[in-house]
């Protein structure tokens, strides 16, 4: 089992969390749930900014939210001090109406509306992170006629392939994302440059994938970056402040995983930046980063209620949940592999290997192609581990099935950071 944080194993066998027992939070809250160890968030929020403190003269962590942004984590993260990333008018919302400040806030996307970029001038959003040269251009005009200045990095793409599954990766060269190097950048540049009174030209931004368990792609994606900046630097005179290198730390699924930690992969990328700059004999630009998955991965389980055993005879044995494809499209979508645990049975031994199936009418619907388990039993609760990044998030209603609530727990105690959805919510806007 994957022991992140305060997951552990009861005197009665079953699977702690937070130091809640979950055999009881599935009766008192019902199943599926999505269960957020607190304790865990607020560390990693930690432990990202001291690393980042103790490996860099000044920088700051921003979370990005599109791997988990619900109101009590934007204020979570707001009182850990780091900034935030919202990448729709939805996610800028959110974070408003949790009270999170505005000034730190990056708005990002790679084709924000006129609206959204409306609302994120409007609010006072600290950087609008800009994807192309037609919303440069959309949101020069819409400055003026506001009479607002807007402070920009540029997303640029280095060119840079993770190794990753290939939807998520994106600093390559073909992709949506970004400004090509150098001709389409610089002209940005020079077009940013030449409205001081409406954009204020901060510095720019890479993201090259998710899930990424080795350093090295950093490297060459830094030094591209100062190179640019320095190239930058030549041409217009102009020396920018920030530099933003995206996400992408990746995140124990299975017991098999070994990613970096968040220290040495922030002090990887720290001497990274450094060695870039001394290259490139630029001053040390800030050094921001936005981890997602990494902070609130997992900080995260599933439970789900067990019902239907299927034996296909040679075959398999499907073991079917409450839940599926709708509050966990990661292995649909990506092949993505998980671990779970029998939460109600969990200090006993495996006996045989079992296929997780989710109740959405898809053949695909498949959680978990091979789970090691115990004799499982109807009724019995399963636990899935690390779906606290991009689960919630990314979850849907398909065949009509109601998202699932989110707790936060920590301490033995459990608070509702969502309410799970009733069948009410789903046709409240149906006419
Ligand atoms: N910054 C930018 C500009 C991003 O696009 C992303 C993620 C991040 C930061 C955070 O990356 P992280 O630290 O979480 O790797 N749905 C996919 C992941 C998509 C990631 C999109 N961008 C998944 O479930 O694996």
Redesign the pocket.
Known sequence: MIRAGTIQVNGQGHLEIGGCDTVELAERYGTPLYIMDEELLRKNCRRFRNALQQSYPHGQVIF?G??FLVLAMARLVGEEGLGL?VVSGGELYTALKAGFPAERLFF?GNNKTGTELAEALDAGTGRIIVDSMMELEDLIALARQKGKKAAVLLRLRPGVEAHTHEY?Q?GQEDSKFGFALEEEALTAVRLALSVPDHIELAGFHC?IG??IFQIEPYRPAAQTMLRFMALVRKQTGFVVSQLNM????GIRYRSSDNPPSIEAFVANLATAVTQAAEEEEFPLPELLL?????ICGEAGITLYRIGVIKEVPGIRRYVSVDGGMMDNI?PAL?G?GYEAILANKADREGVGTVTIAGKACESGDILIDESFLPPVEKGDLLAVFSTG??CYA?ASNYNRNPRPGVLFVRDGKARVAVRRESYEHMVALDM
């Open positions: 990005a599109k791997a990333d990002h998520i994106t993201h998710s899930q995206g996400g992408g730390l936005e981890p997602g998955r990494s990661r990506y993505a990044a991009y990314m």
